[in-house]
Structures are given as structure tokens and as C-alpha cells.
């Protein structure tokens, strides 16, 4: 099984400013790896598809990058709906897909 | 638009079975892959596997083999995970999500469905 580790656990940072997302995979995925924002009591939007593909309605600060092992999610300035939970999501190990256990981006 | 309702939460006994059903609306149903996907409490999101609403062929995670079964019922478009032989660790919000723009990624999500294992 593919694990997908996260970091780093906890972003702590204020608005207006960029967030790097880490997400490394125990084996190459190629680009089958996604990104998923989850805010609480809601279930998770997706955000980026094949590594760096924004999905409909993703606003242009969220990007995505890297192949292989190693991803990053970069969101270039910070809006207060953007502090929430984001999930890595590999999709290569098929039939099997699994999440990174995630990273909590917090005002600081 | 694609919309997904869930069954309302549940408290189980250990032991027990629960079904989570999930109500489907604004596309052709028959036509995509239903997942199914779970997250305890504080918790990450676990995948528990997949079901081609159009041929009933599913796939479980290996954690969920022979505890799960998911079916679909085409005329009330509505997809349904089942699991036995629960326990206390299975205690977690179950979603439901769709395959529908992005093949093999999730962009189509369920509410949530709380079940509660508890003696």
C-alpha cells in the first residue's frame, strides 16, 4: 500500500500570506494525486486533480506541483476561508486509493 | 446540478450492521463510480471502496473485505454502503462521493452520515 505522509501538520499563518503544503508518497504516483480542502462540518472539495490540474470554480491562488514522490500545494495569498484542512489523495496503487493524513492551515 | 443526500446519523451496537444510504440527483446515475469514503472523529479521511453504479462491480479497500458491501438501486437513483461486524473504531462520519467530472478523483460529495458503535 502507497502511504502518503503530510507536511507539515500544523501551517500556523496570517492572511494575506503564502502557504506551502508538503505531501510525499512512499512510492512513485506519477501525477495520480490530488488535493482536497476540508473546512469544519463540511466534507472535502476537491482542489487540484493530476498534481497540479485546478479543478471547476478553484480560484487561481491554489496550485499544484510535482511528480513521483513529491507534491506541494501552494496557495499564493492566504484568505480567511482558506484556513481549514487539506488532504493529499493518491489514486495510482489502483484498485486502492489513500489519503495523507492531512495539515491544518491556522490563523496565526 | 449533482447532489448527493445521506441517511440521518445512527447509533449502533457493537456487533451490529448499519446501512448509509445516499440519494442521488441531477445526472445520469448509472453512469459514474460511487465511492465510499469514512472519517473518525478528529481523523483523516480513509477510503473504503468503489461501486460502478451502471454494472454493481465493486472494489473494497482490503481493510474493509468481507465486512462491507455496497449496492446501488438504479430506479430510486440511490447508492448504499453496508457494514457488519461493527466496532467501537468504526465510529465515524461516511461519505459518499462521486466520480463525475474527473475520472478516478472524488468531486461530488455527500453531507455525511455520523454513526456512532457504542455499547
Known amino acids: 500500500e502507497i502511504v502518503l505522509t503530510q507536511s507539515p501538520a500544523t501551517l500556523s499563518l496570517s492572511p494575506g500570506e503564502r502557504a506551502t503544503l508538503s505531501c510525499r508518497a512512499s512510492q512513485s504516483v506519477r501525477t495520480n494525486l490530488a488535493w482536497y480542502q476540508q473546512r469544519p462540518g463540511q466534507p472535502p472539495r476537491l482542489l487540484i486533480c493530476d498534481a497540479s490540474t485546478r479543478a471547476t470554480g478553484i480560484p487561481d491562488r491554489f496550485s499544484g506541483s510535482g511528480s513521483g514522490t513529491d507534491f506541494t500545494l501552494t496557495i499564493s495569498s492566504l484568505e480567511s476561508e482558506d484556513f481549514a484542512l487539506y488532504f493529499c489523495?493518491?489514486?495510482?496503487?489502483?484498485?486502492?486509493?489513500?489519503f495523507g493524513q492531512g495539515t491544518k492551515v491556522e490563523i496565526k | 446540478q449533482v447532489h448527493l443526500v445521506q441517511s440521518g446519523a445512527e447509533v449502533k451496537k457493537p456487533g451490529a450492521s448499519v446501512t448509509v444510504s445516499c440519494k442521488a440527483s441531477?445526472?445520469?446515475?448509472?453512469?459514474?463510480?460511487m465511492h465510499w469514503v469514512r472519517q473518525a472523529p478528529g481523523q483523516g479521511l480513509e477510503w473504503m471502496g468503489r461501486?460502478?453504479?451502471?454494472?454493481?462491480?465493486?472494489v473494497y479497500a482490503p481493510k474493509f473485505q468481507g465486512r462491507v458491501t455496497m449496492t446501488g438501486n438504479t430506479s430510486i437513483t440511490t447508492a448504499y454502503m453496508n457494514l457488519s461486524g461493527l466496532k467501537s473504531d468504526d465510529t465515524a462520519i461516511y461519505f459518499c462521493?462521486?466520480?463525475?467530472?474527473?475520472?478516478?478523483?472524488?468531486?461530488?460529495w455527500g453531507q455525511g452520515s455520523l454513526i456512532t458503535v457504542s455499547s
Open positions: 489523495l493518491q489514486r495510482s496503487d489502483w484498485p486502492s486509493w489513500t
Open positions: 462521493a462521486l466520480e463525475y467530472f474527473y475520472q478516478f478523483y472524488f468531486d461530488f
Open positions: 441531477g445526472y445520469t446515475f448509472t453512469g459514474y463510480y
Open positions: 461501486i460502478n453504479l451502471k454494472s454493481a462491480v465493486t
